[in-house]
């Protein structure tokens, strides 16, 4: 079978279970393979978080940190570590230059300090108290887990934050870059 987009993911140890983000042009046979170079099988889960429509646009800018929940660095409004299984809303239109046009945002998520297992969920704001049910990175005590986010931009520009844990969690977020819709016309 020959595939015309190639993914290729790293740095997984046996027995833990880890998030990666990636963004890719499909090709127009839609085909997409996955190699690893580990000598024994992996099992892989594959989520699809968007798609950018024929005549949409990404727009790279230059990192911003817009979230930092630690008291020596904070930025942005919230403050501490995330209590597990509560929302943190976030509101990035104008930040780091996002417009208000823009449908998705790509973020540099890092889940710091975290005081138990878990993983963290980053979605578009809803009005729901239930999270989706798809991490965007997972997180042990005693290391620091960053990963690439892609996540639409929920009402008002704004962009929730569930840390899916017993324990506490820092979160940084950097802008890395945004989607826009195709032209109207």
Known sequence: MRADC?????????????????????PAAGTVSFYSDAGAGVD????????????????????????DTRPTSLI?????????????????FGAAGIPAEATAVVLNVTAIGPTGPGNLRVFPWQFSDVPPNASSLNYIPGRDIPNLVVVGMGSGGWVDFWSDTSGTVNLAADVVGYVTAPAAG
């Open 76 to 92: 942005g409004d919230l403050v501490g570590p995330l209590a597990g299984r509560v929302m943190h809303g976030v509101d990035l």
């Open 6 to 26: 190639f993914l290729t993911f790293r740095n997984y140890a046996p027995g833990q279970t880890k998030a990666s983000a990636t963004v890719v042009s499909l």
């Open 44 to 67: 892989v889960i594959i989520d699809v978080v968007g798609s950018v429509a024929s005549g949409g646009s990404y727009h790279a800018v230059t990192p911003t940190r817009v979230v």
